[in-house]
């Protein structure tokens, strides 16, 4: 497995398996690779002939007062996962690299960049689309693969790429999860044992939701009534939002329909977590 830093270098990888008549598969991440990250891995190397992993800590979708600083860097173990799991390069530039001297030039999604995760981040979703467009440049990959707990990431991705006529395929892979049903995330380190065991809240509101669709419920009033009754069973756990959105547009919708987005993030401690279900 090569290593890679420098745009140049992740192109010239890229045009030269598509010479040979390859398709290029592209993992986008953060680092701090766990089991979710590996399952978008392997879902790249069955899709594409070759898989490359972006490792970069994005400083432009963080605020001011968020965890960039502490946010987890394990590159060492981020490659060995990588590569046992048929990646065949990781592209792990430096800051500069993404972002030159005098760099100008920013991507908005605009309306969908300022719901969801965007409401509380402002402008997270700006530095998320500027640095992914920045990797399908340099990868001109043919499918890009992220998870689905990220749903309002996606949501931006996939206007952005319409938009922009890029040419890469947004693959979204499900959630992968604990056995007790929390959602796996670079941030669950960050929980101490009894945060832990408050997290699970999350996931729970999901079930209940799922549930009372699968028995017939599909008023939005109801539903979000339903989530809000079991958040509160852990009142230490802060809501963010708990929303019942159009997937595409991220826009509240009067009744759930196949399709429909029900997606919540709260804060537990000092660690923001999101998580979500697709309606059936």
């Not at 892979?173 to 796996?184: M, N, Q, S, Y």
Request: glycine content about 8%; hydrophobic content about 45%; overall charge negative.
């Amino acid at each position: 497995m090569q290593i890679i830093s420098t745009v140049n270098e992740l192109r010239a990888w890229s045009r030269a398996h598509r010479k040979q008549g390859k398709t290029i598969g592209l993992v986008p991440t953060m680092g701090a690779l766990h089991a979710g990250h590996g399952s978008l891995i392997r879902a790249a190397r069955e899709r594409c002939d070759v898989a490359a992993v972006s490792v970069f800590v994005n400083p432009t979708q963080f605020g001011p007062n968020e965890d960039f600083a502490r946010y987890p860097r394990t590159f060492h173990a981020d490659c060995s996962l990588a590569e046992s799991l048929g990646a065949q390069v990781v592209f792990a530039p430096a800051v500069d690299e993404i972002y030159p001297e005098g760099a100008e030039t920013f991507i908005e999604v605009e309306g969908l960049s300022d719901r969801l995760d965007g409401r509380s981040r402002p402008g997270h979703f700006r530095g998320v689309a500027t640095v992914v467009a920045k990797l399908f440049v340099a990868a001109e990959p043919d499918l890009a693969f992220f998870g689905q707990k990220d749903a309002a990431q996606v949501a931006v991705l996939r206007r952005m790429t319409a938009d922009l006529r890029l040419g890469t395929e947004i693959v979204v892979c499900p959630i992968v999860r604990e056995a007790d049903g929390l959602a796996l995330s670079s941030r669950n380190v960050y929980l101490n044992t009894l945060q832990r065991s408050q997290a699970l809240v999350l996931s729970q509101s999901l079930h209940t939701v799922e549930a009372l669709v699968a028995g017939g419920e599909r008023g939005a009033e109801a539903l979000l009534a339903a989530a809000r009754s079991v958040f509160a069973t852990q009142p230490a756990v802060r809501v963010d939002y708990i929303a019942l959105l159009d997937w595409a547009t991220l826009q509240p919708v009067d009744r759930a329909q196949p399709g429909t987005l029900f997606a919540v993030a709260a804060w537990v401690g000092e660690t923001r977590l999101i998580d979500n279900t697709i309606l059936a």
